[in-house]
Nanobody, 125 residues
Framework: QVQLVESGGGLVQAGGSLRLSCAAS????????MGWFRRVRGKEREFVAR????????DYTDSVKDRFTISRDNAKNTLYLQMNSLKPEDTAVYYC??????????????????WGKGTQVTVSS
């Protein structure tokens, strides 16, 4: 089992930056691929980014490419999401997630077994 706790959300002006962290407990963090999802009010939760177990492979949804960077520190059991050039449309609750269903479609919620409770990011215009 992996328990996940997000932090780092808050209020920022458009063009600003935030770094989200996701602290993981449990011994299986290193063997789990990790992802970030977000839910805009009134919409379904959507994929943002994912990272492989070693950190050597990453994927992003098109709307955040070149602005967001996902990374992980397996020694610290922590996942990160560096968000730059933030836009009002990035306003959402951000969730970290982990899974061990290797080979699955990592952009789908169903591919993840562990979820945090989310952290709010608000970008003002």
């Amino acid at each position: 089992q992996v328990q996940l706790v997000e932090s780092g959300g808050g209020l920022v002006q458009a063009g600003g930056s935030l770094r989200l962290s996701c602290a993981a407990s449990g011994r299986t963090f290193r063997s789990a691929y990790m992802g970030w999802f977000r839910r805009v009010r009134g919409k379904e939760r959507e994929f943002v980014a994912r990272i492989s177990t070693s950190g050597g492979s990453t994927d992003y949804t098109d709307s955040v490419k070149d602005r967001f960077t996902i990374s992980r520190d397996n020694a610290k059991n922590t996942l990160y999401l560096q968000m730059n050039s933030l836009k009002p449309e990035d306003t959402a609750v951000y969730y970290c997630a982990g899974g061990r269903r290797y080979g699955s479609n990592y952009s789908l919620m169903g591919s993840y077994d562990y979820w945090g409770k989310g952290t709010q990011v608000t970008v003002s215009s």
